[in-house]
């Protein structure tokens, strides 16, 4: 039994190849009809994000597999050398990529967190198309277990990668707590909106919009709940403002010095933080030589989250000791997989041996009476025990060992120890009896 | 019982110059030695008070004016002042200030021989202790505001010319340790107010043992202004924090000068 995955992301293929076999958020019947054609393929579960198209399936023979998939990827993508941006995975390899995945150490934007639903997803889909059985069920639970140890265990998913964090971390640094403050936003740019929405949610009290079209500031303010600004009263803004955020697209400084200067002398012992992600940049640098004034225009942010992505670098070898421990885990489990079942037959077929030869003895022994022909079968099956114990504690410590060579193993035990006849003949007598 | 007190104040010493670069991994990602270094001192602390005990059993009860006894109160107070605050605030970064004040502070004492002379019998007066146990608690107060300052500057600094890297994140934030510092300072502002009137009182008394034109007196008088025009621009809220923040710098190089510079212990003998 070989758990394959074959797919491809954004280290395989770039974003135009990516995109001819995108299927996130799109209905799966169609995809669902042609996997269930390959009648090799016991279990299947897709993958889909924006960087990711990944099929996760469970197949006796991965290579006839791989070359059956590889010719449906190259025809759904209408490519003749699709297969060039293919991985291909198995066991092992599958068990620690889907595990990287999860954890977010796999992903574009390192540790983000919503690959973690995605996979929570996927699994979910899975299970309401009813493609996915005891084997995937399992590989996909265990690799949500992982992505959320390695982020409880690990930094690997702190501190988000994105400008307005790093604002608001910037900003906390100052203020303690944007609880009861004030943010004035400076035209209505999508990424100061976004950068605004981070303070909203850390806990910035008022956002006030001053936009050059006041309509449009009155627009924006209902979004946020705050209120309007125009252009005219931007000195009043300023000395109420805790933070401000600078978005317009005015090709000169929207903030001079001497606005900031002559609003500091009213409220000289209230620091202001100021965030300019505007290009070409709104509020003059100059500014950030006034006391109590913090200017960081949108190069310093992006150092900031730089240095974050650095921080969840280091993160990486912590993430994949986790990975390793649960990709070990798992393996024993699949093996046991295959023990389980083995040491059922092993004592079936045992179990038949002894009571076909029973059968056979049990006319002769007709002289003894029934109490001592029950304490004979009884002895009979104490010797089957007895002899089958330390097999059945092999086979288990076996399982436990995640090896390769344990399956050939196992198919010298089954050899030894199946009769084969016996159990061709029992199936003859119960279809017979059916 | 003197080569008790020695080995005491040696471990001591020991102990907090151990700490002082456990609470400079707090600026690297080892933060987990800052946790050991708060219990080192909690250690220190204990032995503290177990050299203040044997200094009472050598030299008696006038160990509050002596000068090793009053810094030794001194270096207790501040360490539990310490571990108080660092419990509250979480300002473990402190420990790196208050660590080193301990071992120089003691290796000062170990390796310097300070040795006070008797007391009068008409100076053994309970306003007097008082007097000195409330200016001593003051002088901690304002120690600690003066490292707040210290710390602010240095992430105001931080923050201004936008430099990456630990120190930044590990360092409270401004406002968190401008309120620190106001705190203490008031708190220490109304027991120098206290010790200051105690110390008026205990002068009348006393036949022409303190002239309040003496440096000490001066000194001690310059402290308060500093320390009330400090808490009083802080209100009147017309005032940089970084301007303020450097008063209390100031404020802390006054204290020394009173505490070290304008005389060893009291002097009160003959």
């Known amino acids: 039994m070989n758990i394959i995955v074959i797919g491809l992301n954004h280290k395989s293929a770039p974003v135009d190849v990516r995109e001819k076999v995108a299927l996130a958020g799109k209905d799966l019947s169609a995809l669902k009809e042609s996997i269930e054609r390959f009648k090799e393929i016991l279990e299947w579960a897709s993958l889909f994000t924006c960087n990711r198209t990944e099929i996760y399936l469970v197949a006796e023979d991965k290579n006839l597999v791989k070359q059956k998939l590889y010719k449906f990827f190259t025809i759904w993508s209408k490519d003749e050398i699709f297969s060039k941006y293919l991985y291909f995975y198995t066991n092992e390899e599958t068990v620690k990529h889907i595990f990287a995945v999860a954890s977010g150490i796999d992903s574009q934007v390192l540790g983000e967190n919503q690959i973690l639903g995605q996979v929570k997803d996927a699994l979910h889909q899975a299970q309401e198309i009813k493609t996915s059985k005891n084997i995937l069920n399992k590989l996909f639970n265990n690799a949500i277990f992982t992505g959320k140890r390695a982020r409880t265990e690990t930094a690997i998913g702190e501190k988000s990668l994105s400008i307005g964090y790093a604002a608001v971390e910037l900003a906390t640094k100052i203020f303690e707590t944007l609880n009861k403050k004030k943010v004035l936003l400076l035209g209505a740019g999508k990424m100061g909106q976004l950068v605004c929405k981070h303070l909203a949610d850390a806990g910035a009290q008022q956002i006030i919009v001053a936009n050059r079209t006041y309509d449009n500031a009155v627009e924006l303010a209902k979004v946020f709940g705050g209120q309007a600004l125009s252009f005219a009263d931007l000195d009043q803004g300023l000395m109420d403002a805790d933070v401000v955020v600078g978005s317009t697209g005015a090709p000169h400084f929207v903030l001079t010095k001497e606005n900031v200067k002559s609003a500091m002398k009213k409220r000289p012992n209230k620091p202001l933080f100021l965030v300019d992600i505007a290009v070409p940049r709104d509020i003059d640098p100059q500014v950030n030589d006034l006391n109590n004034v913090f200017l960081y225009n949108i190069d310093d942010l992006n150092q900031v989250v730089e240095e974050y992505y650095e921080e969840r670098k280091k993160e990486i070898a912590k993430v994949e000791k986790i990975i390793a421990e649960e990709c070990e885990k798992f393996l024993i489990w699949k093996n046991t997989l295959q023990t389980v079942p083995l040491i059922k037959d092993i004592s079936d077929s045992l179990e038949d041996l002894r009571s076909q030869e029973w059968e056979k003895i049990k006319n002769k022994l007709s002289s003894l009476s029934n109490n001592d022909q029950e304490t004979i079968e009884i002895m009979t099956k104490a010797i089957i025990g007895k002899v089958l114990a330390n097999p059945i504690k092999t086979l288990k410590e076996i399982s436990c060992n995640n090896n390769n060579e344990n399956l050939d193993i196992l198919e010298i035990i089954r050899k030894c120890f199946i009769y084969e006849e016996i159990n061709e003949s029992n199936k003859e007598k119960e279809r017979g009896e059916s | ?270």
């Not at chain 2, 107070?77 to 979480?90: G, R």
């Not at chain 2, 390796?111 to 006070?116: C, L, R, T």
């Not at chain 2, 202790?129 to 003066?146: K, R």
């Not at chain 2, 000490?216 to 009147?236: E, N, R």
Request: aromatic residues 14%.
């Open chain 2, 1 to 270: 019982m003197q080569v008790g007190y020695e080995i005491v104040s040696i471990i001591f010493f020991i102990l907090s110059f151990v700490a002082f670069p456990l609470f400079l991994t707090i600026f690297t990602h080892k933060q987990n030695l800052a946790k050991v270094g708060n219990i080192v001192l909690f250690i220190a602390f204990i032995l503290n008070i177990f050299s203040i005990y044997l200094r009472i059993k050598l030299i008696g009860n006038d160990v509050l004016f002596d000068f090793s006894g009053t810094v030794l109160i001194s270096i207790g107070i501040l360490l539990l002042a310490y571990l108080i605050i660092d419990n509250i605030f979480k300002i473990s970064v402190m420990g790196a200030f208050v660590a080193p004040v301990c071992f120089l502070t003691s290796g000062y004492l170990l390796f310097i021989n300070v040795s006070g002379g008797k007391l009068l019998p008409h100076f053994k007066n309970y306003l007097i202790s008082i007097h000195v146990i409330v200016i001593l608690l003051s002088f901690i107060f304002f120690v600690l505001a003066f490292f707040s300052s210290l710390l602010y500057l240095t992430q105001e600094k931080l923050l201004k010319t936008k430099r990456k890297g630990n120190l930044l994140k590990k360092l409270p934030s401004l406002k968190s340790m401008e309120t620190f510092s106001l705190h203490t300072v008031s708190l220490g502002l109304v027991l120098l107010t206290l010790g200051l009137i105690s110390g008026g009182i205990v002068s009348r008394k006393l036949p022409g043992s303190f002239n309040i034109l003496s440096p000490k007196g001066i000194f001690a008088i310059l402290t308060w202004l500093l320390y009330a025009s400090y808490v009083i621009l802080h209100f009147i809220k017309s005032f940089p924090t970084k301007k303020n923040a450097y008063l209390l710098v100031a404020g802390f190089i006054i204290i020394i000068i009173t505490y070290f510079g304008t005389s060893h212990g009291l002097k009160l003998t003959p």
